[in-house]
């Protein structure tokens, strides 16, 4: 069964403590993304972590290999159990987020964290892409970077619920669809161009669905998430 993971994407302390709470009992993980982080930094994912919660830490790295590599080792010390690069940033920057990531738990005796590589943003259409330079569709595009994050040793991948199935098959089930865009029944898009609903993810072979305002942005959190865990069995 996919897990679900749902994006803490806020900058307000008090709701963030709301949300953390309401979602205490569910069996969700917590993504920290840059709007937390810029407001309040990597302490809440240790926070988070220490707390036994499972944090998706979307800090989307994309650098030069060395930068990129030390910038692993400070997240893995705080017990993220998931963090992402660009796959774009290529198959040396990959490797060495994996690599150091790897090193640095074995020195603090940690768990290493998941490491994914992001493809192509679900905000993103084929326009989008034809304009910042990138040949073909998105699902071309998607598949050509996961192949990227597969040859630097990564664990998956971020990528829509539409290229999830090809990536499978060429890179293997084993290696993981983390798909952003998950939207329940009847909701709307907003930014998102690439969606699917829970169930749609599973069945293309989304091994993580992302899910953020459908549950952040509900008047009653918890029931919303509930109401997901339902639809995602189905």
Same mark, same amino acid.
């Given at each position: ?10 900058? %307000? ?11 205490? /009992? ?10 937390? #982080? ?12 220490? %707390? ?6 979307? +800090?989307?790295?994309? %650098? ?16 993220? &159990? ?17 690599? $150091?990531?790897?090193? @640095? ?12 590589? +992001? ?5 993103? &259409?084929?326009? %989008? #892409?034809? /304009? ?7 699902? @071309? ?11 630097? =040793? #990564? ?7 539409? @290229? ?9 089930? =084993? !290696? #993981?669809? +983390? ?11 907003? *930014? $998102? ?13 989304? *091994? !993580?669905? +992302? ?24």
């Amino acid at each position: 069964m996919a897990e679900l993971i749902i994006a803490l994407d806020v900058d %307000d302390e008090g709701r963030l403590k709301d949300l953390v709470r309401a979602l205490r /009992d569910q069996p969700v993980w917590l993504k920290v993304g840059l709007e937390a #982080l810029s407001a309040f930094g990597l302490g809440l994912v240790e926070r988070l972590a220490a %707390d036994g919660r499972r944090v998706f830490a979307d +800090v989307k790295f994309h %650098d030069i290999p060395n930068t990129v590599g030390a910038a692993s080792r400070v997240l893995t010390r705080t017990g993220a &159990s998931l963090f992402n690069v660009h796959a774009s940033g290529g198959r040396a920057m990959c490797a060495a987020a994996r690599e $150091q990531s790897e090193a @640095e738990a074995l020195a603090v005796r940690r768990t290493r964290p998941l490491v994914i590589g +992001v493809t192509v943003l679900t905000s993103l &259409s084929q326009d %989008d #892409l034809r /304009d910042a330079g990138v040949t073909g569709t998105p699902q @071309e595009a998607a598949l050509r970077l996961a192949g990227v994050a597969r040859a630097a =040793g #990564l664990d998956g991948v971020v990528c829509s619920v539409q @290229e999830a199935a090809a990536i499978k098959a060429a890179c293997g089930k =084993g !290696f #993981l669809a +983390v798909c952003p865009g998950i939207r329940p029944a009847g909701a709307e898009a907003g *930014d $998102q161009k690439r969606i699917a609903t829970p169930r749609g993810a599973i069945e293309a072979g989304a *091994d !993580f669905l +992302v899910v953020g305002r459908p549950v952040t942005g509900a008047p009653d959190p918890a029931a919303a998430c509930a109401a997901i865990l339902e639809e995602r069995r189905g």
